[in-house]
């Protein structure tokens, strides 16, 4: 099939620009057009003409969350217009259509797009409803084998969901090919659909929110509360149920569903289905979500004594915006204590009080549900589940959350409510195996409606799922961490700790892992989780008790494993690789940089962020700092503005919003690191990287050259720091953390520029780290965050 190089993008609207922008940080070069403005039609500069184009693709580049990894990628993207430029796709390899809603607009545009289309080139719809056998009518036959519905998921950085929908003419090849480039290319989890209305997530998606509503009015709930039982009660986003309906757009939720009932005259549960009074109201006085200020949220503009923003709920019964009630419900407080969402929602399920029946009711009709919905929407089952989790964010898909239950409890449930699954659902309730995935031979397998059989789940192979090794007893555990045999010789160390904090476990897990992997054979390690963190970084509990308890040995000891524990990831025999995702915080941040290696996925978030509670980076990143600044200095260089750039993104706490950034940042290097779209590969994508390297790897020696800049360093250092603090941009105590990060990046009260080596420059700031612990305004720091979860500065 034909690579992919160039890609047009019809329609510059929220999805169109959004889209745009997410190809060009997956490296391609982007063509994105629109309509010519009306009053521009005589008007020959480009500006004028290519109006609606540039001002769409501005603003969704300055939206938050960033659509970019980074905003020079904004230079991989031309504008244009369909009047003036539409002939440029004869030298795209891929169009993509994401124009209105409207089955006779698309069709004239298509039309257009085929006299310019270079054969055998692709074309898509972003459609998320029109039926994608009626987009291709009057096309040629080329057009349709290489027309195919390429559904993202808004916005489509984040949500990695990649609906594909082939036409009734789309070549084999062609599917395939998508299959396989969303995912590597894109970094989708692309899911194959029929050709269904709203195809899998959103029909599945919208009936479970639509039946929330409903739900919450009739067991006389506030939203609030629900959205913390349906958000984080369920192990789904904090967004919950009704902040998703603001989030969406209320407007679209009622337009998404309304579709779906008008073409699918056979979903009887659908039918059934009908939005709460309380919908008419909202849209009747068009507070629509986020998008007009409020919706079931409504911001007040004031902020509490914290600082944060005070923001009101809407009463369902009374219509009006009010501050949310404190629940009292045991559901609440009890999916509060319970900590793995394995423990949490079959104990909700089990309860009896309002918030306990929502969920109760709403998983049994969400089961009910998806059971019929097969085989109209998809084949099977997995399918289904990994479009609710990629493009709807939550942690378990429908069948994944009735294995939770257990099936044949939910059964005599359904009876209570007069629910009545698919017939295959009741049959393999009487099998010997009733659940509909197991695990076999560290494989995942669902079950086929059709024979009620299991087969493999398909592709796992190019994935390292840590879950499935679980029946395999481990090479080492501990409280903290699990080390597995992941295949062909290497082993993978997975932190198992809250929050994946680094704390005594991980520290010793860490040393002991190198250790078995150097004395027992093992070709190399990989550091790596599939948890939604890498690690927030080191356990600040634990720092701030010894602090607070003046237990300075203690403490010594523990920063100086913590530094011996990086430095054996860079000086072990064997290669050490680090595969990460979401938060790489401080002490993780530390940990990579040391590493052979780090396989970072797109989306992740990596800094050294420990001038937030009042410290230094003390695990080996002040040195390594010290250590790459010495290594980009290059002859006839000036050096200062070096020393400053790096200075000032340790002094400030900078974090990296995406891979891209890190490496613009010097958390990641070119010459060692890469980013890895997909994240869910980034574990075996570092399996092939210590691989790699173990074929010729030497143990490095430890670095004796490192150049410091003394005196004349600290001086300009100092020099600028003290300016900002006479500007009161920073406190006397950001000055003095300041002047720590300064002395050991510049090795101290030197006289001049000499070379060090790592260890002189490691004392440095072991010292700097715990000389500030002693300090009461970074004790402040540390209660404050461990409290409030956000910094202090004093």
Known sequence: MNRIKKIAVLGSGVMGSALACHFANCGFEVLLLDLLPKEAEGNKRPSARNKLADEALSKSVKSRPAPLYVKSLQSHIQTGNFTDDLEKIADCDWVVEAIIEDLKIKQGLFEKVEKHRKKGSYISTNTSGIPISMLTKGRSEDFQQHFIGTHFFNPPRYLRLLEIIPGPSTKSEVTDFFMHFGDRFLGKQTVLCKDSPAFIANRVGVFAMTDIFRLTAELGLDISTVDKLTGPGLA???TGTFRLGDLVGLDVAVKVLKGMRDNCPEDEMLKGLEMPDFM???????????????????KTGDRDEKGKSIIHALDLKTLEYGPSPKARLESLSKSKELETPHQRIPALFEMEDEGAQLIRKSLLRLFAYVSHRIPEISDDIYSIDEAMKAGFAWSYGPFEYWDMIGLKKSLEAMKEENLQPADWVLQLAESAEPTFYKQDKGKRHYIQPGDLKYAEIPGQDDFVILDNLREKAPIFKNDEVTLHDI???????????KSNAIGEGILNGLLESIRIAEEDGWKGLVIGNNADNFTVGANLMLIGMMAFQQQWDELHFAVRTFQEATMRCRYSSIPVVAATQGFTFGGGCEMIMHCDATVAAAESYIGLVEVGVGLIPGGGGTKEFALRIS???????????????????????????????????????RNKDRRELNVKRNISEAKKEVLRLAETYVQPRLRKDIEVLGRAGLATLYTATNEIYKGRFASEHDLKIAHKIAWVLCGGDLTGSQKVDENYLIDLEREAFLSLCGEQKTMERIQYMLENRKPLRN
């Not at 008419?280 to 409504?298: A, E, P, S, V, W």
């Not at 790096?646 to 400030?652: D, E, I």
Request: a negative charge; glycine letters at 12%; one cysteine or more.
């Open 487 to 497: 295949g062909d010789g290497v082993l993978c160390l997975e932190f198992r700790s």
């Open 631 to 669: 290594d980009s200095f290059h002859e006839g260089d000036v050096q200062m503005p070096t020393l400053i750039k790096n200075f000032k993104t340790l002094a400030m706490g900078e974090v990296a919003t995406s891979a891209d950034e890190a490496f613009e940042k010097g958390y990641l290097l």
């Open 236 to 238: 789904r986003p904090k």
């Open 280 to 298: 008419d109201f909202l849209l009747d006085k068009g507070h629509l979500g986020n998008k007009t200020g409020q919706g079931f949220y409504k």
